[in-house]
């Protein structure tokens, strides 16, 4: 890694902290100002985190969101990825079953769950089963608007030099789909943490969204930003530790040929 890069990732990261610390004391100034219970200071929230971490059940509920939210990402990415390039590529297939696409990608959240919950009972395939409905769809749009944007002149050169379906798929669909795949992924990890909060607050006896309704039944806000916190820290530790690089490697092809 040359030296540049290493200064550029510096400040990203040294502005990024002074944002977070910016934030962080605008709030502790609003809830010293507030005065209310209702506004808890970080100072609060992070000491119940600290104790629930070590003395509670906030990593196992935690853990269980997590699990959830990654085998429901895992099957929203690929059925979209799949029914995009599909989609995309074939533009009768585009025609025939888009609608169906956009009928349930504008259902409510809530709906799909409670139709899955009463179908299927309250169980964890149901619930997985609930949040990949809900997110594949904006997925397959995504991936099928960014096929549709590929270089038509790459295709008459996959033709001259004989190019087989693993081939064209490899060195031609792959690399320019990449930035539209890295783009579904950031809008779908953000999306399905919180589809599946909500598909825990009503079905579930577990997760983090379990905990934020039991909180809520008591008024405790505290406790609910404590774990919302939580978990948006998890959360952003996935963006900085696995997507942020997988998108610069995802793009390398376009600074390569720059």
Not at 47 to 62: E, K, Q, R, S, T
Request: with cysteine; proline share 5%.
């Amino acid at each position: 890694m040359h030296a540049p890069t290493l200064r550029g990732n510096a400040f990203y990261a040294l502005r990024f902290a002074l944002s977070v610390a910016a934030l962080v004391g605008l709030w502790a100034l609003v809830a010293a100002f507030a005065r209310s219970p209702y506004l808890p200071a970080p100072v609060a929230v992070a000491a119940f985190i600290a104790d629930d971490v070590a003395h509670g059940d906030m990593l196992f509920n935690i853990g269980m969101t997590l699990w959830r939210a990654t085998a429901s990402f895992v099957l929203a990415m690929g059925i979209g990825c799949g029914l995009g390039l599909l989609f995309g590529r074939n533009a009768r297939a585009d025609q025939a079953f888009m609608p169906w696409v956009l009928v349930l990608m504008n259902t409510p959240v809530l709906v799909i769950g409670v139709l899955c919950f009463i179908w299927f009972r309250t169980t964890e395939a149901s619930a997985i089963l609930a949040v990949v409905l809900a997110k594949f769809p904006n997925n397959t749009v995504i991936i099928r608007d960014g096929v549709r944007a590929f270089d038509p002149g790459l295709d008459d050169v996959a033709h001259v030099y004989r190019f087989g379906p693993w081939a064209r798929f490899r060195h031609l669909y792959l690399p320019q789909a990449m930035p539209f795949v890295i783009a579904a992924s950031r809008s779908g990890i953000g999306i399905v943490w919180k589809i599946v909060l909500v598909i825990e607050l009503f079905g579930l006896s577990s997760g983090v969204g379990f905990e934020i309704a039991k909180y809520f039944g008591l008024f405790e806000v505290k406790e609910i930003i404590g774990y919302s916190v939580a978990f948006s820290l998890v959360m952003l530790m996935v963006e900085t530790l696995v997507l942020q690089p997988l998108d610069t490697y995802a793009r390398r092809w376009r600074t390569a040929a720059a």
